[in-house]
T-cell receptor, first 112, second 117 residues
């Protein structure tokens, strides 16, 4: 059973701090990795995608991928109260098309 | 470009009825994927259509079906509704070519919230 595991949280950080969100996946053949943000009552919104080992930075967000450890992370620098949401890690399993496997999400709360 | 649109946004049905949900992808996207989101199970993949063909299917009963039209718009149908079908149904579009590269990042619509009584 291919699965993606995230800490459910909630993760609480003070405003201005770094929030670190983690995700592990079981399918070693997974090719593409995504982070989505979902506000309460809304649909998932893409934050970042990463395909290769290493770090990828976009503004305050950095995604990190380690395929050997089957581990993906998202760092949010200078966290803002508006970052408070559920963060979903998603993976495209190997040999599959159009199918994302999602973790259950980590709820992040940024306190002013 | 306009985003993914879904209709209707909210729906209330009773057990045993059937329902049809509609999704219009981002212009130029050829793939539409459908997901069910519930508090207990999270986001689960239903099926994916590409150029009017179902390419992939998740572990849902045959009561859940879908189709895609030549303009890439997609519909999903749930027959003989059960209480457990109450959920947020999301569609996502993807697959566009740019400079010879294929981009399969999925972008989600606002969802249809279905309540089965």
């Amino acid at each position: 059973q291919k699965e993606v595991v995230q800490n459910s949280g909630p993760l609480s950080v003070p405003e201005g701090a770094i929030a670190s969100l983690n995700c592990t996946y079981s399918d070693r053949g997974s090719q593409s990795f995504f982070w989505y943000r979902q506000y309460s009552g809304k649909s998932p919104e893409l934050i970042m995608f990463i395909y290769s080992n290493g770090d990828k930075e976009d503004g305050r967000f950095t995604a990190q991928l380690n395929k050997a450890s089957q581990y993906v992370s998202l760092l949010i620098r200078d966290s803002q109260p508006s970052d408070s949401a559920t963060y979903l890690c998603a993976v495209t399993p190997g040999g599959s098309q159009g199918n994302l496997i999602f973790g259950k999400g980590t709820k992040l709360s940024v306190k002013p | 470009k306009a985003g993914v649109t879904q209709t209707p946004r909210y729906l209330i049905k009773t057990r045993g009825q059937q329902v049809t949900l509609s999704c219009s992808p981002i212009s130029g996207h050829r793939s539409v994927s459908w997901y069910q989101q519930t508090p207990g199970q999270g986001l689960q993949f239903l099926f994916e259509y590409f150029s009017e063909t179902q390419r992939n299917k998740g572990n849902f009963p045959g009561r859940f079906s879908g189709r895609q039209f030549s303009n890439s718009r997609s519909e999903m149908n749930v027959s003989t509704l059960e209480l457990g079908d109450s959920a947020l149904y999301l569609c996502a579009s993807s697959w566009e070519t740019s400079g010879g590269d294929v981009h399969e990042t999925q972008y989600f619509g606002p969802g249809t919230r279905l309540l089965v009584l």
